[in-house]
């Protein structure tokens, strides 16, 4: 194997020498670094790696997620392992998916300025702007399916100068889709009511008495849907 | 970068994709699976495992890694801990901020009692948040709990606990219906009709999903529940022991700042251990899919209070773990992937099994692949892979399926410039999955009186290798179950006896006797993966 690439990193503004195929958490790492704060599943879904960095030399203020987003020569680090968001408390059962709801609970959307930082902020590419939109106007399946991939890592929210924590508003939106808009799975309906009344126990009571070896056949000789 | 040899290999690839688009690829028999177990899977490796020589598995063989933290050195002996004045005082203390916890939480807190939840990172950072290809239930008209039962029952080797499994399979559509009902999104046709699809040893198609983010909108929809529901969540808290009273039942723990170090005693009527499983543990060398927290904390809490373990020593290895790029080693590829479609293909690009065995003999018949066939791909770190022909979702379900149905694997793969609706990804098997766990009976409890544990923790539901979806189902019956129980047992205590910490010093003399004292810190908490 050829001798490792090295490029040089700035960690909150410390310089130090990593190889260059590191992500900034195993760059971290490898530099030292023990987290307790700043990582949670290592492979993109937590959000809990949120960063914020520049390469020296250029303008722009990238973002990333720590465990997904390989080290350049010349990064400047920082992590944002916690920031100050809202997070409204409702009662599911009792709310309604009407515009009226996002008035109540997250007014500060239609404070929105159209300035699209959220979505260049996001390390997911999502249209984060646009799904404010969506719920400012009360369209909450569009803005449950827009933001689906969101990870809560809330760097939106970090750069947002109207103060919106878009993470909430879409988790809202979902979870009013996933509730009341989405339409009822009617055989899930049929089969809880089913086991409720009883009507699968005997099957499984003789599946239980079954001694192992005629399980062995039974699992063998099975149809396999195609 | 890819190298010029998978580069080549690639080109076998795409040259026999079209005669592999509808192949029938042949099933194994039960012998010829028992035999590539025995050959190829880690479990099988003596050199992996040792014995326990104290505690209520003494004499039983478990992952090192694992033995040595279970045999390991208590984090409270020679501490100053105040019993007699408890910094937090609950009905049901619950440990651990994952998919079952969280659950467990709601339920106890819908009947009434004061919980208090404690998770060493943040509610959330849990393995459920990174499920990602599905939860089984059989809730469509040609299936039945009953055929859910004989499926997992064949793939756990008929070890299943009968009455665990029970539970699991009749609550599964129940299950499916609350996550719903509190907003879950899975996809679904136009008229409401789940999208299901197999998994690997099914033998319906009872795999409900959420894209390929199942994990993360169930785990996100029960934090967001927890937190309107203004259950007490203490984070970045790391429980690391258990607190028993003096009649030896369990009645709280003592917890950890995890960055100041401060200790806490929390008493409690009942506690829930939620904490997960052991892939940071790197049983064997292997890379994990888990999140940075998965470190068995639990277990080693619970088995020194004196509650047993069952099928510790089984581990599931994910077959599909990234091989290549570097950068996310080791991360889950999920088995929708094969459920679509793509077929596992060698150096050469001929299909060498069909993907969709249990995940115990197609991870096996990987390792087969490589280490004695010399058919794997070599990758730069010094490894190989064999290739999951992604293009072929595509070509069977029509373009844009990837994106629709796994979103989250093609920008995990595009992050480093690898498209994997146009080329393949090489695989190889990850450590994903505790089998075993603490021993429990059907109401959740545990051997040691008022000490309940729910999820990966758990021993016994999926006997001794679990099928793909039945964990995420199982973090949520059996963590509903446990927070409804131990909600149950509190209100029956009416005032929690003296606390003691008298099982941690007994546990000490026996270390002592065996010659075993001064192993390493336990629980582990976290990896440390500082370069040293």
Redesign the interface.
């Given at each position: 194997?050829s001798e490792e690439k090295m490029v040089n990193i700035f960690i909150m503004g410390k310089k130090y020498e990593v190889p260059a195929?590191?992500?900034i958490m195993?760059a971290m790492?490898?530099?030292?670094?023990?987290?307790?704060?700043g990582?949670?599943?290592?492979?993109?879904?937590?959000g809990?790696c949120a960063t914020v960095y520049r390469i020296k030399g250029e303008f722009e203020l990238k973002t990333g997620l720590a465990c997904?987003?390989?080290v350049q020569e010349g990064m400047y680090i920082s992590q944002i392992p916690s920031f100050p968001t809202k997070?409204a408390?409702?009662?599911?059962n009792e709310v309604s998916p009407d515009q009226q709801v996002m008035m109540s609970l997250y007014p500060e959307i239609y404070s929105c300025i159209g300035c699209n930082a959220c979505t260049n902020a996001c390390p997911?590419?999502l249209p984060v702007m646009q799904y404010i939109a969506y719920a400012q106007r009360g369209d909450f399946k569009a803005c449950?399916n827009a933001s689906?991939?969101c990870?809560?890592c809330g760097l939106c929210s970090v750069r947002c100068p109207a103060g919106i924590t878009h993470p909430q508003v879409g988790?809202l939106a979902?979870?009013?889709?996933?509730?009341y808009i989405?339409?009822?799975?009617?055989?899930?309906?049929k089969?809880?009511d089913e086991?409720?009344k009883g009507e699968?126990e005997e099957?499984?009571e003789?599946?239980?008495q079954t001694p192992?070896e005629e399980?062995?056949n039974?699992?063998?000789t099975?149809?396999?849907?195609k | 970068m890819l190298t010029n040899e998978m580069l080549e290999s690639i080109k076998k690839v795409e040259a026999t994709r079209d005669e592999r688009m509808h192949a029938e690829l042949r099933k194994m028999t039960?012998e010829e699976k028992e035999a590539i177990l025995n050959a190829f899977h880690p479990d099988y490796k003596d050199e992996g495992f040792e014995v326990l020589q104290v505690g209520p598995n003494k004499g039983e063989k478990v992952p090192t890694e694992l033995c040595h933290l279970l045999q390991g050195t208590s984090r409270v002996l020679g501490k100053d801990i105040d019993l007699e004045n408890p910094d937090y005082d609950t009905d049901v203390l619950i440990i651990g901020g994952g998919g079952a916890g969280s659950s467990a939480a709601i339920e106890a807190d819908e009947a009434g009692c004061k919980v208090m939840l404690v998770t060493k990172?943040?509610i959330?950072?849990?393995n459920t948040?990174?499920a990602e290809g599905g939860i089984q239930?059989?809730?469509?008209?040609?299936d039945?709990?009953?055929?859910h039962?004989?499926?997992a029952?064949?793939g756990g080797h008929?070890c299943n606990k009968?009455?665990l499994l029970?539970k699991l399979?009749?609550?599964a559509?129940?299950a499916?219906?609350w996550l719903?009902?509190?907003?879950?999104?899975?996809d679904?046709e136009?008229?409401?009709?789940?999208v299901t699809t197999?998994g690997g040893g099914t033998?319906?198609?009872r795999m409900h999903a959420?894209?390929d983010?199942s994990?993360?909108?169930i785990m996100?929809?029960l934090r967001?529940?927890v937190?309107?529901r203004?259950i007490p969540v203490i984070d970045?808290t790391a429980a690391i022991e258990l607190i028993k009273d003096d009649k030896g039942a369990v009645a709280g723990a003592v917890l950890q700042n995890?960055?100041t170090g401060e200790l806490y005693v929390a008493r409690a009527k009942t506690v829930i251990i939620a904490t997960g499983g052991a892939g940071r543990l790197h049983y064997q060398g292997f890379p994990t899919?888990n999140?940075?927290g998965a470190t068995a904390d639990g277990l080693v809490l619970a088995y020194r209070a004196g509650a047993p373990l069952l099928y510790a020593d089984t581990i599931q290895y994910h077959p599909t773990g990234v091989a290549y790029p570097?950068?996310?080693f080791g991360?889950?590829v999920t088995e929708k992937v094969r459920s679509l479609g793509a077929l596992l293909v060698n150096i050469d690009g001929v299909a060498f099994m069909n993907p969709l065995e249990t995940r115990d003999v197609t991870a096996s018949t990987i390792i087969r692949e490589c280490k004695e066939r010399g058919k794997g791909v070599p990758t730069?770190d010094?490894g190989y892979g064999v290739w999951l022909d992604t293009p072929m979702i595509e070509r069977l379900h029509g373009e844009g399926t990837i994106e629709k149905r796994i979103?989250?694997m093609l920008?995990?793969y595009l992050?480093?410039g690898i498209d994997m609706r146009k080329q393949p990804i090489l695989v190889y098997p990850t450590l994903h999955y505790q089998n075993g766990g603490i021993k429990i009976e059907a109401n959740g409890m545990s051997d040691v009186e008022n000490l309940f544990v729910a999820g990966e923790a758990v021993g016994g539901i999926h006997g001794r290798n679990r099928l793909m979806g039945n964990s995420l189902l199982d973090v949520i019956v059996f963590g509903r179950n446990a927070g409804k129980n131990a909600a149950a047992k509190a209100k029956t205590i009416d005032t929690v006896g003296k606390l003691t910490l008298s099982h941690v010093d007994s546990f000490e003399k026996e270390l002592e006797g065996a010659g075993l004292a001064g192993g390493e810190l336990s629980p582990k908490l976290?990896p440390?993966?500082?370069?040293k």
């Open positions: 194997m195929s590191l992500t195993t790492e490898y530099a030292g670094y023990k987290y307790v704060r990582c949670g599943c290592r492979n993109g879904f937590c809990a997904q987003t390989q997070k408390e409702y009662d599911i997911q590419k449950a689906f991939d990870v809560a988790e979902r979870r009013l889709n996933g509730k989405a339409p009822e799975s009617k055989h899930l309906t089969r809880v086991i409720v699968h099957m499984i003789k599946l239980m192992i399980l062995k039974l699992y063998n099975r149809d396999i849907e | 039960a990172l943040r959330g950072d849990a948040m990174m239930a059989a809730d469509k008209e040609n039945s709990p009953a055929q039962y004989i499926d029952m064949g008929f009968p009455e029970r399979v009749c609550d559509p129940i499916i219906k719903n009902e509190l907003g879950v999104m899975f679904k136009e008229d409401g009709t789940m197999h033998s319906r198609k959420c894209k983010y994990g993360a909108e996100r929809t967001d529940e937190w309107n203004k970045y995890m960055e899919s999140h940075y570097s950068q996310i991360a889950l730069p010094g979103p989250a920008r995990m992050e480093y976290l440390d993966y500082t370069r």
